[in-house]
């Protein structure tokens, strides 16, 4: 097995040894108390894999936020992807691992001065904005960046988390932005953005805002402007069924909306590539039964991977592991309650499921944890959320 933060080997196994791996990993390196995660480095190539399939034109620019675990950053670097960075923090974590500045996009519409001028000192030259007092920041301190336009999504429906309230122009700002940014400022705008939220779930928001966006680059042929290069169609993608709908809807809108030879075509995909490659790891360190249910305290709660309003409890999937019995053995299912380990009465991972009996230093296995879970560990109530290891496997189909 393989920490992350090491340099060695990582091993390969079938994709049905994965319970044998996680209590290997359990017995050898983590008591109770210590959780971790496993990242299967096979799932990302290919998902890297769908995704050039579905979107053969489309350069995915991975959404730092979501995760940040080096290993995954480093592999979706490897294999061709670039990178969405919203903060100063997010640049640098990008360029540690080599990666170049040319390969990020500042996709942050409202950025502090201090890291405008960050990304101007380190070579990051392309940006985001959507308003005029953007525009000045950037005007001073980065007057060399290219931007792209940030419109608002056409509706606020469509998707899991709408982002239209606090992100992106209407269509009556459109021109005078335009105006002010290349005429007035002197600034060069080079494309669109959009982002239609996250966790897509009509296809047809996607044609809707694509449509949008023609319209600022006809708006910008009007003013005079420079040709627009680059469209970003933003992020809002799981890998599930629906993803091969959404890229048959955004593949033929573009060939409908846009006739330009030389556009330019990025994504900013967050969740799809880590959150089915990463499976976290807790154990039980106390249980209490009350008539037929049965409560479990666990080493990890909402302070840490299961950060309300971050991960979604829809997508996970639950599995008991006991560490002394097998699988068979472990056959009494109760109803039951997972606590995490602080002492907030809100700290409940998961309340009233079904789940086979565990006793203490048993397994819980999460499954879908790769997105916006583990970005969200703090320290609250003495328990250090922020430093729960990684260990890397790669899987076969066998």
């Avoid at 990242?39 to 979501?66: G, H, Q």
């Avoid at 005079?224 to 890229?247: N, V």
């Avoid at 080493?299 to 950060?307: A, L, M, P, T, V």
Wanted: net charge negative; glycine share 8%; charged share 20%.
């Amino acid at each position: 097995m393989l920490s992350a933060n090491k340099n060695s080997r990582v091993p390969k196994i079938p994709k049905d040894g994965m319970t044998d791996l996680i209590r290997s990993i359990a017995a050898e390196k983590h008591e109770a108390g210590q959780p971790f995660y496993v990242l299967d480095l096979a799932t990302i190539e290919r998902l890297m894999d769908k995704w050039n399939c579905s979107f053969p034109n489309v350069t995915p620019f991975y959404a730092v936020k979501c995760n940040t675990e080096p290993a995954l950053l480093t592999e979706l670097a490897n294999l061709g992807a670039n990178f969405d960075c919203a903060s100063l923090l997010e640049i640098d974590t990008v360029l540690s691992l080599g990666i170049s500045p040319n390969r990020i996009i500042f996709a942050n519409p409202c950025k502090a001065i201090s890291h405008i001028k960050h990304a101007a000192a380190v070579g990051v030259n392309l940006t985001t904005f959507d308003s005029k007092f953007e525009v000045d920041k950037i005007k001073k301190w980065h007057p060399q960046c290219h931007l792209l336009l940030r419109i608002k999504a056409p509706r606020d429906s469509g998707s899991l988390h709408p982002f239209g309230k606090k992100f992106g122009v209407l269509p009556e700002e459109i021109e005078p932005l335009l105006h002010y940014a290349c005429n007035v400022a002197g600034l060069k705008v080079v494309g669109v953005s959009f982002h239609v939220g996250s966790v897509a779930q009509d296809p047809n928001i996607y044609r809707e805002a694509i449509a949008g966006a023609r319209v600022v680059f006809d708006v910008a042929d009007y003013l005079g402007i420079p040709k627009m290069q680059i469209l970003d169609i933003g992020g809002g993608f799981r890998s599930t069924p629906l993803f091969e709908e959404i890229a048959g809807v955004v593949n033929e809108s573009v060939q409908d909306y846009f006739s330009e030879p030389n556009l330019t075509i990025i994504a900013e995909p967050g969740r799809f590539f880590p959150e089915t490659a990463f499976v976290l790891v807790t154990h039980v360190i106390g249980k209490r039964v009350r008539g037929e249910k049965i409560e479990y305290w666990i080493d990890e709660g909402i302070y840490g991977s299961f950060r309300p309003r971050l991960y979604n409890s829809c997508f996970v999937g639950i599995n008991p592991i006991s560490v002394k019995a097998s699988d068979e053995e472990c056959s009494q299912i109760c109803e039951s309650t997972i606590y995490g380990p602080s002492c907030d009465s809100l700290d409940a991972v998961a309340v009233d499921i079904k789940l086979l009996e565990l006793q203490l230093d048993d397994l819980i296995v999460f499954y879908n944890m790769g997105a916006y879970s583990k970005c969200g560990g703090t320290k609250f109530n003495g328990f250090d959320m922020l430093s729960i290891p990684t260990y890397l496997v790669s899987t076969n189909s066998s």
